[in-house]
């Protein structure tokens, strides 16, 4: 059973009357009045679906020692595997947010198709994403409206997120659609759920309304334990949105939390070393960190995408603190796996083989083989029909993988189990695709002398062979536009510096805002501090091909994307070129420009050597990045 406090100003007022009449009835003097009953909990969690609610077919891993294609997860899956669980009692399911925004279940169906997939399931709470923010509070008011229109009634939270009365999310009080926490029975304990969401990503990189307050992740989640432990809730999970790395940030300043289970930095946790170098990890699931109080607190976080899901197992002694965390993030395949033959082509294996790799796949903890949920494949049948018919118009071809990148030497692959990409967070070039997209700005702009484009704007690599259009709006999911600044090569410099320093420095976003670019290159090093980091910046003459060094006086045009323009995402050097009305909106989806440019190619690959932006990369570490 589900209990929201809805006032809970009113419930703190209340809490001191309830504990006087607690410590009445025992008489006010057990030494065993702060002890409780031992608990076993688990907690099953996903996120940052983004609205990935088919498989990934084709993809390759190790099994058994063996390179082997496999299809992974699809939110089917997904429900199949969270249904493993019913008839417990013990069992906390969450998602971590990001559930919107991504591919075109979102473009056609603004987050619909998603709530109702996540119906089939029916999670404990869900905090808001920033991505739940993209086409501002009105979008995400309908997608929880959406969300708990069925049984499910799954609450959407967020202690830090207070919008202002009379908006959409709040039209008669704060809490009407977000609330700050939820309180969940786990055999007969009540177990505190609070939501946070990450502060200036979801200002500066969405839509929000600006009369919507996002409040200091830290303060508000110390202000919200108090008010649970005031009611006598012992045991204390965050449910966060904010990065891997926010997350054991915020442990650590926190009293009396014990579990976070996290979102937003797309991170996969614990060793997969079998499973080849595509898909390398952050850190141990659990990652176990202690809280201010110097107590246990114990961190999962479960990939994206569908493609993985998390089980931690938590253990409280009579004190109500953790005495124990063990568990599990697994990746999750399909029954059909593909192998290599002598000539190099991929077949479906024999009987013999497909048994060999069940068994390999069956003592692996990192996976989980399963079967597509018969209702929700139907529930996604409704959606699935208008999507194909879009998705799979071709509009081209790639020789080779666009691997998918944020910054160069990050620890997580994101192109994990792409043929061709298996270590290309660790090159210096970086994404790829990225860099594909900031030339397609280049050539949709007639008079441009450079475009950027920002990591995070572009969501997934792509593999070698054809390209849809569903494939395009993959990459490229958001409805931002192409726009051309006038900018000095001083101005060019410093929004470089902004957008590098807005995640090294200041911690606002997990790599989001990197810089990627077309007609300009840089050498960069990360360990150097705001300022020093780019070196060497050159600018391509589009006419003659030759690449010169960037003149601080000069005045070039970039041509980028309005979100960017506008100083989002850390570009602030953009943002008062932007206000001052200098500028041109070319009114093009930037989703077309790439889509125009790919059919003008007919066949793309990997830019030559020289024209990616990143000749040189220098990690925060002092690695220079082959």
């Given at each position: 059973m589900?209990?929201l406090?809805l006032n809970p100003?009113?419930a703190?007022l209340?809490?001191?009357?309830?504990?006087?009449?607690?410590?009445?009835?025992?008489?006010g003097g057990?030494?065993?009045?702060?002890k409780?009953?031992?608990?076993?909990?688990?907690?099953?969690?996903?996120?940052?679906?983004?609205?990935?609610?088919d498989?990934?077919?084709?993809?390759?891993?190790?099994?058994?020692?063996?390179d082997?294609?496999v299809?992974?997860?699809?939110f089917?899956?997904?429900?199949?595997?969270?249904?493993?669980?019913?008839?417990?009692?013990?069992?906390?399911?969450?998602?971590?947010?990001?559930?919107n925004?991504?591919?075109?279940?979102?473009?056609l169906?603004?987050?619909?198709?998603?709530?109702?997939m996540?119906?089939?399931?029916c999670?404990?709470a869900m905090?808001?994403?920033n991505h739940?923010?993209?086409d501002g509070?009105?979008?995400?008011?309908s997608?929880i409206?959406?969300?708990?229109?069925?049984?499910?009634?799954?609450?959407?939270l967020?202690?830090?997120?207070?919008?202002?009365?009379g908006?959409?999310?709040?039209p008669?009080?704060?809490?009407?659609?977000?609330?700050?926490?939820?309180?969940k029975?786990?055999?007969?304990?009540?177990?505190?759920?609070?939501?946070?969401?990450?502060?200036?990503?979801t200002?500066?990189?969405?839509?929000?309304?600006?009369?919507?307050?996002f409040?200091?992740?830290?303060?508000?989640?110390?202000?919200t334990?108090?008010?649970?432990?005031?009611?006598?809730?012992?045991?204390?999970?965050?449910l966060?949105h904010?990065?891997?790395?926010a997350?054991?940030?915020?442990a650590a300043?926190?009293?009396?939390?014990?579990v976070?289970?996290?979102?937003?930095?797309?991170?996969?946790l614990?060793?997969?070393?079998?499973?080849?170098s595509?898909?390398?990890?952050?850190?141990?699931?659990p990652?176990?960190?202690?809280?201010?109080?110097?107590?246990?607190?114990?961190?999962?976080?479960?990939?994206?995408?569908?493609?993985?899901?998390g089980?931690?197992?938590?253990?409280?002694?009579?004190?109500?603190?953790v005495?124990?965390c063990?568990?599990?993030?697994?990746?999750?395949?399909g029954?059909s796996f593909?192998r290599?033959?002598?000539?190099g082509?991929?077949?479906?294996v024999?009987?013999?083989?497909?048994?060999?790799?069940a068994t390999?796949?069956?003592?692996?903890?990192?996976?989980?083989?399963?079967?597509?949920?018969?209702?929700?494949?139907?529930?996604?049948a409704?959606?699935?029909?208008?999507v194909?018919i879009?998705?799979?118009?071709?509009?081209g071809s790639t020789?080779?993988?666009?691997?998918?990148?944020?910054t160069?030497g990050?620890?997580?692959?994101?192109?994990a189990?792409?043929?061709?990409?298996?270590?290309a967070?660790k090159?210096?070039?970086?994404?790829?695709?990225?860099?594909?997209?900031?030339?397609a700005?280049l050539?949709a702009?007639?008079?441009?002398?450079?475009?950027?484009?920002?990591?995070?704007?572009?969501?997934?690599?792509?593999t070698?062979?054809?390209?849809?259009?569903?494939?395009?709006?993959?990459?490229?999911p958001?409805s931002?536009v192409?726009v051309?600044?006038?900018?000095?090569g001083?101005q060019?410099t410093?929004?470089?510096?902004?957008a590098?320093?807005?995640?090294?420095?200041?911690?606002?976003?997990?790599?989001?805002?990197?810089?990627?670019a077309?007609g300009?290159?840089?050498?960069?090093?990360?360990?150097?501090?705001?300022?020093s980091?780019f070196?060497q910046?050159e600018?391509?003459n589009r006419?003659?091909g030759?690449?010169?060094?960037?003149?601080p006086?000069?005045?070039?045009?970039?041509?980028?994307?309005?979100?960017l323009?506008k100083?989002?995402?850390?570009?602030?050097?953009?943002?008062?070129?932007?206000?001052?009305?200098?500028?041109?909106?070319?009114?093009?989806?930037?989703?077309?420009?790439f889509v125009?440019?790919?059919?003008?190619?007919?066949?793309?690959?990997?830019?030559?050597?020289?024209?990616y932006?990143?000749q040189?990369?220098?990690?925060k570490?002092?690695?220079?990045?082959?």
């Open positions: 589900n209990t406090l100003r009113r703190l209340l809490a001191p009357l309830a504990l006087a009449a607690a410590l009445a009835a025992c008489g057990d030494d065993d009045s702060n409780s009953a031992p608990l076993d909990l688990t907690i099953a969690h996903i996120g940052d679906h983004h609205s990935n609610l498989p990934f077919p084709a993809q390759t891993m190790k099994i058994g020692g063996v082997t294609q299809e992974l997860g699809g089917s899956r997904v429900t199949t595997a969270f249904k493993q669980y019913v008839g417990r009692d013990d069992v906390l399911k969450l998602h971590a947010g990001d559930a925004t991504g591919t075109l279940y979102y473009t169906f603004k987050g619909k198709a998603d709530a109702d996540m119906n089939t399931i999670f404990d905090p808001v994403g739940e923010f993209d509070d009105a979008q995400l008011k997608f409206e959406h969300l708990q229109a069925g049984a499910c009634k799954t609450p959407v967020a202690a830090n997120i207070r919008p202002q009365i908006t959409p999310l709040a008669k009080a704060e809490n009407d659609y977000i609330k700050p926490y939820t309180l029975t786990v055999k007969g304990v009540q177990v505190g759920i609070i939501g946070l969401t990450i502060k200036s990503k200002q500066n990189s969405s839509s929000p309304l600006p009369s919507t307050v409040e200091d992740e830290a303060v508000a989640a110390q202000r334990i108090d008010q649970l432990k005031s009611q006598g809730i012992r045991h204390i999970v965050l966060t904010m990065g891997y790395d997350d054991k940030a915020i300043k926190l009293t009396d939390v014990d976070v289970i996290g979102g937003d930095s797309h991170t996969l614990g060793d997969f070393s079998a499973q080849g595509g898909y390398s990890t952050s850190g141990a699931y990652t176990k960190v202690t809280n201010k109080d110097g107590k246990p607190v114990c961190i999962g976080h479960a990939f994206e995408y569908s493609k993985a899901m089980e931690m197992r938590v253990s409280f002694n009579e004190d109500g603190e005495s124990s063990t568990g599990q993030a697994s990746l999750i395949i029954n593909k290599q033959g002598a000539d082509t991929w077949a479906n024999d009987a013999p083989t497909q048994q060999q790799i390999a796949v069956a003592a692996d903890k990192g996976l989980k083989m399963l079967t597509p949920d018969a209702g929700a494949t139907s529930v996604l409704v959606y699935s029909g208008q194909d879009l998705k799979k118009e071709p509009i020789t080779e993988a666009l691997c998918l990148v944020r160069p990050e620890s997580t692959n994101r192109s189990g792409v043929a061709g990409c298996e270590d967070n090159l210096a070039r970086g994404s790829d695709a990225a860099q594909v997209v900031a030339q700005f050539n702009s007639l008079r441009a002398d450079v475009s950027i484009q920002n990591a995070g704007g572009v969501r997934v690599p792509l070698a062979g054809t390209i849809t259009m569903g494939d395009a709006f993959t990459v490229l958001f931002n192409l051309e600044l006038p900018a000095t001083q060019i410093a929004v470089l510096e902004d590098v320093s807005n995640y090294l420095d200041a911690g606002q976003t997990t790599g989001g805002g990197h810089p990627y077309a300009l290159r840089w050498h960069l090093d990360m360990s150097k501090p705001k300022g980091r070196t910046l600018v391509k006419t003659t030759v690449w010169s060094a960037i003149n006086a000069q005045t070039y045009i970039v041509a980028t994307n309005d979100f323009a100083g989002q995402d850390g570009y602030a050097s953009f943002k008062p070129i932007y206000d001052s009305g200098n500028y041109v909106n070319n009114y093009l989806l930037y989703t077309q420009t125009d440019y790919i059919r003008a190619k007919g066949t793309v690959s990997r830019p030559a050597a020289g024209d932006s990143h040189m990369v220098i990690t570490a002092g690695l220079t990045l082959p």
